[in-house]
């Protein structure tokens, strides 16, 4: 009888957090929207509210329709805040279900009717795009949340509101492995690029007075990975002649066995990022740009 019980209560408590869970995640994207709008004062078209997803994430872009399309115009357009909001997309996250006084979600068969023509599809209606990424349990991913563009900062009211109404946010074995093309702080060799350029130009063991030589500089790409050490990936620009380029890739598989990088940081935690090594033609020519 005890395990029964035990067994009830637990399902009780399971489905009390899931439905928590459910009902919080829209509380902050209420709070989101609202935010949008009370920011951007002078809105003259409905707020585009927009979901899609990956493998790894859902993505709910946020985004005003200067564009005045037509693609919108048999939609159904919410009123919210004082202010129309239209949601748009073919995938709709399964925590965002069901409708409430504020929120009533067209089904998937009408997020697809809003779906541009081919020639259109890739048109940007408004340049200042909130997009709010989600884990597959509908948790904050703080990683890839971008205010604006993906160099700005994020803004800690949209940590606030996950620690409030999400429990916080997660950052999963994917957000740790991927490497990012965009990050609050680059990776960064230890003494600084004076002493990076002084240690790739004393490892070369190629010199010449770079005559004819119209296709340097020579660009070598590393992977920086959340301890600092680094890997070469490969060429990103070859000048075309093999000894130099051979003596350029020697010094980079050097330099990722010698030195330890500081790693890149993204909203607050290390991440692997990518790396450029430049081979210039005053390093060929033994010339320091840094000399005295």
Request: proline share 4%; hydrophobic share 35%.
């Amino acid at each position: 009888m005890s395990k029964i019980m035990f067994l009830a209560i637990a399902l009780f408590v399971s489905m009390s957090v899931s439905y928590g869970h459910e009902y919080n995640w829209r509380i902050f994207m209420d709070k989101i929207l609202e935010w949008y709008i009370h920011v951007h004062p002078d809105l003259e078209n409905p707020v585009v509210v927009q979901c899609h997803e990956d493998q790894n994430h859902y993505y709910i872009d946020i985004y005003e329709d200067s564009y005045g399309s037509e693609y919108f115009k048999d939609a159904v357009i919410q009123s919210y805040s004082g202010h129309g909001v239209v949601f748009w997309g073919e995938t709709m996250p399964p925590f965002w279900t069901g409708n409430n006084d504020e929120f009533e979600l067209n089904s998937p068969e009408l997020y697809r009717s809003f779906e541009p023509d081919e020639e259109n599809k890739y048109i940007n209606w408004d340049p200042d795009i909130w997009s709010m990424a989600f884990h597959k349990d509908g948790t904050l991913c703080k990683m890839f949340t971008y205010m604006t563009t993906p160099l700005d900062s994020l803004d800690e009211n949209v940590i606030d509101m996950a620690d409030r109404y999400l429990g916080g946010y997660t950052v999963t074995d994917y957000d740790r492995s991927h490497i990012y093309m965009f990050v609050d702080r680059m990776a960064e060799f230890p003494e600084g690029n004076a002493e990076l350029y002084n240690a790739m130009t004393s490892l070369l063991d190629y010199h010449s007075d770079c005559d004819g030589m119209a296709l340097i500089p020579v660009s070598i790409k590393l992977v920086i990975n959340v301890d600092g050490k680094s890997d070469v990936i490969g060429f990103t620009r070859q000048s075309g002649d093999p000894a130099i380029d051979d003596a350029a890739m020697r010094v980079a598989r050097i330099i990722t066995e010698t030195f330890t990088f500081k790693p890149a940081s993204h909203r607050n935690e290390a991440v692997r990022t990518y790396f450029s090594l430049q081979f210039t033609k005053s390093m060929f020519s033994g010339v320091s740009p840094y000399a005295d």
